[in-house]
């Protein structure tokens, strides 16, 4: 009943934002905001999340306001954290948009000093990695390393969606990992504490660096929790922890209920940590391991059996394929990651082994390019259905039995060993 009441108390701004701006659909009016994330290259335009709204109608002059604010502007060099304002006709919100404003007229662009320093400390690094490796291949390495989807094109973003791979491109849990790992493995021998303390710092450092979009939200709850569990000698269970993480974040941002990256990111996460060790009991039984690969198609199949509903709701198309693609694609983003990271560090430092890195790291992009490309091309393996179907959710049942059912049994033979024991 608390956790109820403070999301309500939480949430409650925004949708006073959102009723305000209801009042306000179709008519003239001029916002600013800050640019909360990276703006989104899409067909030449920029897809731009406003936050921080001040607001100024015929009616109204410059009031404050909660929510966010969907925008599209073009042929204009726009930066996460820039002060944008914009003037047009407002139409109603969308997702967790409060409200939108398409085709608006761009009065002016402030850009504070001295600025977001992680995002010139990223611009700077990601321009060392753009020198060495072509346009395409740069795009997707950086989507690897930093998140960072503006170089991935159009053409084959379209591509990662219809094979099932966009999570790819979206920092999340997996680049905090490889991070954590680092931190650890260096300083971890001094102490515990100071392997905590590193590992919390290098985390902070990614998520400045990427911006807390969404998914690295979920992800820097999840390592700071398993961290803290860790340090102190505790267990945490999946179910629990993923209840725990969804609460807070739902707390700091109650649209994230709507947001598709989120529930992407969580239904992915909840199917590698609560549906694939069923999944890995079920073959393998409780004493023998899986292989390399065997544990990532379970991985895979996992995630996927929570991500597809997902996805055919909001796109209504799905490839039965993508575990496939999967399988070919995971193993080797680590490498990719590794490789592009050295790349953007020796062009800093030293130019001549940029030059022979890069040319490894392409391989490796080359490769992952043929595999989704080849993978994209397969339509007779695409499910298409009518988008925003919620019936599309039936198919997480047979999943949702499962689970229970092994939670069941699994409680049970708990009990009747303690039983045997006493």
């Not at 009441?5 to 009016?29: C, H, T, Y």
């Not at 060790?277 to 198609?297: A, C, E, M, Q, V």
């Not at 080797?332 to 062009?347: K, P, R």
Request: charged share 15%; aromatic share 12%.
């Amino acid at each position: 009943m608390a956790g109820i009441l403070l999301i309500f108390f939480r949430s409650a701004p925004d949708f006073m934002g959102a009723d305000f701006f209801q009042n306000l659909i179709d008519k003239e009016v001029t916002i600013s905001g800050k640019v909360i994330k990276d703006p989104d290259d899409s067909d030449g335009k920029l897809n731009l999340t406003l936050t921080s709204l001040r607001l100024s109608s015929s009616s109204q002059d410059n009031i404050e306001l909660n929510g966010s604010l969907f925008t599209q502007v073009s042929g204009v060099d726009i930066q996460r954290s820039d002060i944008v304002t914009i003037s047009g006709t407002l139409s109603e919100g969308f997702g967790s948009y409060s409200a939108a404003i398409f085709r608006p007229e761009l009065a002016r662009v402030d850009r504070p000093e001295p600025g977001d320093l992680f995002l010139k400390f990223r611009d700077f690094f990601s321009s060392g990695v753009k020198n060495y490796l072509p346009s395409k291949q740069s795009g997707l390495a950086l989507g690897y390393l930093l998140g960072q989807k503006t170089g991935v094109d159009d053409s084959f973003k379209n591509a990662l969606r219809t094979v099932g791979l966009t999570h790819i491109i979206v920092a999340s849990g997996a680049h905090l990992g490889v991070l954590i790992g680092v931190a650890r493995r260096l300083f971890g021998k001094i102490s515990r504490f100071f392997s905590l303390l590193s590992s919390i710092i290098f985390t902070l450092l990614f998520v400045g660096v990427t911006g807390l979009s969404a998914s690295m939200l979920r992800a820097s709850l999840v390592v700071g929790l398993s961290l803290l569990a860790w340090y102190y000698g505790r267990k945490v269970r999946p179910e629990r922890l993923i209840l725990l993480v969804a609460a807070i974040a739902l707390i700091v941002n109650p649209a994230y209920l709507t947001d598709l990256a989120w529930l992407l990111s969580f239904a992915s996460f909840s199917g590698i940590l609560i549906v694939a060790p069923i999944l890995t009991h079920f073959f393998y039984g409780n004493h023998k391991k899986p292989g390399f690969l065997s544990s990532t198609l379970i991985s895979s199949i996992s995630a996927t059996l929570l991500c597809a509903p997902i996805l055919l709701y909001f796109f209504g198309s799905i490839s039965l394929i993508s575990i496939f693609a999967n399988i070919l694609i995971l193993p080797t983003i680590s490498i990719a990651m590794g490789l592009t990271f050295l790349t953007g560090a020796f062009a800093i430092f030293i130019p001549f082994l940029a030059t022979i890195v890069s040319r490894v790291t392409l391989i490796v992009l080359n490769y992952q390019i043929s595999v989704v490309e080849f993978f994209s091309d397969k339509k007779v393996f695409l499910v298409e259905l009518p988008a925003g179907n919620p019936l599309v959710f039936l198919l997480l049942l047979p999943t949702i039995i499962v689970v229970i059912l092994a939670f069941i049994i699994q409680k049970k033979r708990s009990s009747s060993y303690l039983s045997k024991k006493t």
